[in-house]
């Protein structure tokens, strides 16, 4: 039994991977497209939330990982 979808963990390091500026190319036949969208719109969402003080740097964060999905999906340009 899995407890994820399939490539989740990879799809979410290949995501955090090029947001560092990573050529994830020779490894997107493991990227799933589906976990991808979901994780993207997770993050678009908190970033909708105000930050506390303590998490301004994790919003920061879920920003860039929220553009990083969305470059590898071919939504947005790099």
């Known amino acids: 039994m899995d407890l994820g979808p399939a490539n989740a963990d990879m799809t979410t390091l290949l995501i955090d991977l090029h ?33 506390s003080p303590s998490n301004v740097k994790i919003r920061e964060s879920q920003h860039r ?9 071919g939504v947005i340009q790099k």
């Open 19 to 51: 947001k560092y500026g990573h050529n994830v190319t020779d490894y997107m036949d493991r990227f799933e497209r589906s976990y991808a969208w979901l994780r993207a719109g997770h993050w678009l969402h908190r970033l909708t939330l105000p930050p």
């Open 65 to 73: 990982s929220a553009i990083s999905a969305l470059q590898l999906l």
